[in-house]
Structure formats: C-alpha cells, structure tokens
C-alpha cells in the first residue's frame, strides 16, 4: 500500500468515524425535547432552585434532567475530536484539498461550525437557567444546534456526489442554487433523518425502559423516512439530477449496503434489539463516507462539469508523508484508545442512579 492510499484511508476513517460518533451527538440533540422527559425522578445531585423545576413543557422532568442528553454526556465533547483529527489529516497530507474544499464550501462549513458552537453552549447553559422560559429557550438551541450541523453535513455529501461547480479560473464555488438544489437538499433532510434515527438507537441503547421503547418507535420511524429520502435521492440520480459517479458498479454496491444498514436498524429497533440496532444505524452513517470516497475515485473533489481534484493532484509530497507518519502512528492510537476507555468508563443505561452531567 503506497503512502498516498495510507492517508486516503486515514482521512476517510477519520470522518466516517466522526459521522458515526457525532451522528448521535446530532441526533440526540434534536429528538431531546420528544425523548428527554421519561424515567426520571430525584436526582442525586438536585439542588433546591436549580434548573430543574422548569419540569413540564421543556422536554425536561421534573428534576431537569433530559435523557436524551444524558445519554450523550460522557461523550459529545469528546467525539468533536475526530473531527478535529480529520481537519489535521487534510491540512497536512492533502494541502490542496483543503484549500479548495474549504473556500468552495464555505458557507456551509461556517453554518456546521456555527451549530457546533450554539448547540455545545446551550447544551452546558441550559442546566443553569432558572425558570421554564429560560430551559425552553436553550432546548430550541439545543435542537437547532444538531439539526443545522446535520443537514449541512449532508448538503456537503450532495455536493461531493453531485460535483462542486468549477470557475473559468480552476476555483470552486458553491452558490444558493447548488446549496437549495433538490439533490442536495434531499440529502440534507436524508442525513438529517440518519442522524436523528442513529441518535434515537444510541438514546435507546442508554436510557431506562420508558424512554427507550419511546426511542426505539421513533428510531424505526425517522430510519424508514430516511430510507424514502435516500430512495428520492437515487431517483434523482437515474434522471442525471443527482449523483454523478465515476465508479458506477461500486456506487450501487455501497447504496445498497446503506439501504441494508437502515433496514437492519429498523428492523432490530422494531424488536428491542438495541445493541444490534445501533450497531446498524453506525454502519448507515459511515457508509456515505466511502460512498464518496470509493464511488468518486480518483478524485477527491469532482467538478460539476467533469474533472476535478484527483488524489495526486490534491496529496503532500513523500517527504511530507513520511514526516507525518508520526501523527498516525502517535495520535490515532490515542484517539481510538480514549473513545474506547470513554465507553468502558461510562458503559450501561443512565437513569435515577447517576448524577446528571449538566
């Protein structure tokens, strides 16, 4: 395997892992009002006067506490770093990727950063509030900051499927008609979906019985929508409106493998499979990931017209790879084995016996 494939697959894993693990940061987010008020009850750290006599209306209980965001506590900060790891990989293995990814796609990278922000601050903020207007406020943001990272994140896989229309100058740039376009946003209310559907499997995976047979029903609801959502994408695909790939028998095997991922997880969700169910949903998540990656090859930025930036034109040089080894051998391990003590450290169902974390 040469140094280039290495750091492709790298760069890949990195983000397919980012959309498995901050997938269900997402999702949770946005179903924590509709998941966040079941099983709860005296909290071992309820203090008089604190956040939690916001109680009903808030998607709170009547101690404050939100499953839906309890389940996702130990974690939601944490799986940021993938992504950080991701933004590290593409700055330094692929120079010329990132600088035409990021200013082609800018505007949506600022709106996905921008939701990161909002929903991690009102994630924290809203244990603090005092009164039932203040908790319903953060809630909203709370919400907003899942949904907008969300659908961005699949507009940007629209656009990679679709192709990045090219100026006469060789820059990309993505404008409101590509970004309102119905194959992009088809695939942003998709992912969307996906990701609400996966964070309802990890919400069913974490929490007490009400509120996981509460998330198991709307799990299998949102996964069977994203499935529509995925079948008008492809719809559009077959009509020259959609996707646009050069590996063509490739694609139809990494859609299918999607397809059969959520139809497991719903399935599984349907009869409180949980572990299997969200084993499902994490494959469903990253397989768009190589969809790109594999169905788009050699290029790792295709134009709308044709062409684009293939994997030569866009890697470091050898010197510089080799110099970067470094950071893979040293800090993958590290992040793997983090996230891998984060599970252990936090494993098993929140509920009445754990302190609440915001």
């Known amino acids: 395997m040469s140094l280039e494939t290495l750091w492709l697959a790298l760069l890949g894993l990195l983000l397919a892992g980012y959309f498995v693990l901050g997938g269900y940061d997402y999702g949770a987010q946005m179903?924590?009002?509709f998941l966040g008020s079941a099983d709860t009850g005296p909290r071992p750290d309820a203090g008089?006067?604190?956040?939690?006599?916001?109680?009903?209306?808030?998607?709170t209980g009547p101690d404050g506490r939100n499953a839906a965001l309890d389940a996702i506590a130990p974690f939601f900060l944490g799986n940021e770093v993938w992504l950080v790891a991701f933004a590290g990989v593409m700055f330094g293995a692929f120079p010329h990727l990132e600088g035409s990814l990021l200013s082609g796609l800018y505007p949506l990278i600022v709106a996905i950063l921008a939701?990161?922000?909002l929903g991690n601050a009102a994630i924290q903020l809203r244990g603090r509030s005092r009164g039932a207007r203040a908790v319903k406020v953060w809630n909203a943001l709370v919400v907003l900051g899942g949904a907008l990272p969300a659908v961005?994140?699949?507009?940007?896989?629209?656009?990679?499927?679709?192709?990045?229309?090219?100026?006469?100058d060789g820059s990309f740039h993505v404008g409101a008609g590509d970004v309102f376009g119905p194959f992009a946003l088809t695939c942003g209310v998709a992912t969307a979906l996906l990701f609400a559907g996966h964070g309802a499997a990890f919400v069913a995976l974490r929490s007490e019985p009400g509120t996981a047979a509460a998330a198991r029903r709307t799990g299998a609801t949102l996964l069977a929508a994203a499935g529509a959502a995925g079948a008008l994408a492809l719809l559009l695909s077959v009509f020259g409106a959609g996707a646009s790939m050069?590996?063509?028998?490739?694609?139809v095997?990494?859609?299918a493998l999607v397809v059969a991922a959520l139809a497991a997880g719903w399935w599984f969700l349907g009869r409180g499979r949980d572990t299997l169910a969200f084993t499902a949903t994490c494959l469903a998540t990253a397989l768009p990931?190589?969809?790109?990656?594999?169905?788009?090859?050699?290029?790792?930025?295709?134009?709308?017209?044709?062409?684009?930036?293939?994997v030569d034109d866009?890697?470091?040089?050898g010197a510089t790879l080799k110099v970067l080894i470094g950071f893979g051998v040293v800090i993958v391990p590290l992040i793997l084995l983090y996230q891998g003590w984060s599970w252990w450290a936090f494993r098993g169902r929140t509920g009445r016996r754990h302190p609440s974390y915001f």
């Not at 008089?48 to 998607?59: L, Q």
């Not at 990931?289 to 293939?310: E, F, H, M």
Request: aromatic share 6%.
């Open 115 to 117: 939701g990161l922000v």
């Open 289 to 310: 990931v190589l969809l790109i990656g594999a169905g788009q090859y050699p290029y790792l930025l295709s134009a709308s017209a044709g062409g684009g930036i293939t």
């Open 31 to 33: 179903l924590s009002p």
């Open 246 to 251: 050069t590996r063509t028998g490739t694609s």
């Open 314 to 317: 866009a890697v470091a040089d």
């Open 152 to 168: 961005c994140w699949g507009i940007v896989v629209g656009l990679l499927l679709h192709g990045v229309p090219r100026r006469a």
């Open 48 to 59: 008089p006067g604190t956040g939690a006599s916001a109680g009903s209306g808030t998607g």
């Open 253 to 255: 095997v990494l859609f």
